[in-house]
């Protein structure tokens, strides 16, 4: 028995976004993974190496400092440079695994839920790699401003602008059409799409936590164990990477539950699929034609 392909353009509740994002996680997690691989396997090669350098001394220094105040007057010494480093570039990473994600299942509903062929999704996913940075930086912005006025307004706007990304990949429209698009489509629906955007990062902290919790089990041996810590170690440096990669492959989970969401809100709002259905229907037959 052939199992049916998972439709993303559709109506669902709360249950059915979730259900139906971890159905396609289960149909297409081959084909994902190697997207992923291949297109953003370097990045995250390489966000997995500088964290693993640049986390060794800060720990380190902190775990001295316990025992060893003095040290502590030396501990904040250069880490500002080298944290700015790896946040751009863990940014920049999260940007390539979210906006891929998004194209990947962009194409897969416009090709019918049929999976996309990769380097169409590469070709997608570079033309809008530069409008991803921007739409990141711009909403990024707004939010923070507007949870420094007061958090209940942070939070509000928090919640459609998390759609922003996947609205550019689907629609391709400027920052202020995605901008009305977001408040128009979560209207009516904020507290489920907020709910989701919880679960998802509820999701994240619980799995990237087990994966490091090798590495902070170590951290904290070392800490109570250790005279003089030390965590320059191999058995540290293994699993503070290895963590790392692991954290990096289930970052997209978010992202998909969120893409279903939009699809969902789009069918609430616009009906796409029943006008469509009802155009394919009026489409005069090419036996007609004849």
Same mark, same amino acid.
């Given at each position: 028995?052939?199992?049916?392909?998972?439709?993303?353009?559709?109506?669902?509740?709360?249950?059915?976004?979730?259900?139906?994002?971890?159905?396609?996680?289960?149909?297409?997690?081959? %084909?994902?993974?190697?997207?992923?691989?291949?297109?953003?396997?370097?990045?995250?090669?390489?966000?997995?190496?500088?964290?693993?350098?640049? /986390?060794?001394?800060?720990?380190?220094?902190?775990?001295?400092?316990?025992?060893?105040?003095?040290?502590?007057?030396?501990?904040?010494?250069?880490?500002?440079?080298?944290?700015?480093?790896?946040?751009?570039?863990?940014?920049?990473?999260?940007?390539?695994?979210?906006?891929?994600?998004?194209?990947?299942?962009?194409?897969?509903?416009?090709?019918? %839920?049929?999976? =996309?062929?990769?380097?169409?999704?590469?070709?997608?996913?570079?033309?809008?790699?530069?409008?991803?940075?921007?739409?990141?930086?711009?909403? %990024?912005?707004?939010?923070?401003? !507007?949870?420094?006025?007061?958090?209940?307004?942070?939070?509000? /706007?928090?919640?459609?602008?998390?759609?922003?990304?996947?609205?550019?990949? !689907?629609?391709?429209?400027?920052?202020?059409?995605?901008?009305?698009?977001?408040?128009?489509?979560?209207?009516?629906?904020?507290?489920?799409?907020?709910?989701?955007?919880?679960?998802?990062?509820?999701?994240?902290?619980?799995?990237?936590?087990? *994966?490091?919790? =090798?590495?902070?089990?170590?951290?904290?041996?070392?800490?109570?164990?250790?005279?003089? =810590?030390?965590?320059?170690?191999?058995?540290?440096? *293994?699993?503070?990477?290895?963590?790392?990669?692991?954290?990096?492959?289930?970052? =997209?989970?978010?992202?998909?539950?969120?893409?279903?969401?939009?699809?969902?809100?789009?069918?609430?709002?616009?009906?796409? %699929?029943?006008?469509?259905?009802?155009?394919?229907?009026?489409?005069?037959?090419?036996?007609?034609?004849?």
């Amino acid at each position: 028995m052939i199992e049916e392909r998972v439709k993303v353009n559709r109506k669902r509740d709360f249950s059915d976004v979730l259900n139906a994002s971890f159905g396609f996680i289960k149909q297409e997690y081959k %084909s994902l993974f190697r997207m992923l691989f291949l297109y953003a396997g370097i990045p995250v090669l390489a966000v997995a190496i500088l964290n693993t350098i640049y /986390v060794q001394n800060p720990l380190s220094e902190i775990l001295n400092s316990i025992t060893d105040p003095q040290s502590a007057q030396n501990m904040n010494s250069g880490m500002e440079g080298k944290a700015f480093l790896v946040n751009l570039i863990t940014n920049i990473v999260n940007i390539f695994l979210t906006g891929l994600t998004y194209c990947y299942i962009v194409l897969y509903t416009q090709n019918e %839920s049929q999976t =996309p062929d990769l380097k169409e999704v590469w070709h997608k996913f570079t033309s809008l790699f530069a409008p991803y940075i921007g739409y990141n930086i711009l909403s %990024s912005i707004v939010i923070i401003l !507007a949870f420094i006025a007061i958090i209940i307004p942070g939070i509000y /706007v928090m919640v459609p602008l998390s759609f922003i990304l996947i609205i550019k990949t !689907a629609e391709n429209e400027s920052f202020g059409e995605s901008w009305n698009r977001c408040f128009a489509l979560v209207k009516n629906h904020w507290w489920e799409s907020f709910g989701l955007i919880i679960i998802g990062a509820i999701l994240i902290m619980v799995i990237a936590g087990a *994966l490091n919790l =090798p590495a902070s089990s170590y951290v904290i041996a070392e800490g109570l164990l250790s005279q003089k =810590p030390n965590i320059s170690t191999i058995p540290f440096v *293994l699993t503070s990477f290895f963590s790392t990669i692991g954290t990096s492959i289930i970052t =997209p989970i978010p992202s998909i539950i969120l893409a279903f969401q939009y699809y969902s809100l789009v069918e609430h709002k616009d009906n796409t %699929s029943l006008l469509d259905r009802i155009e394919q229907i009026n489409k005069p037959s090419e036996s007609d034609d004849a």
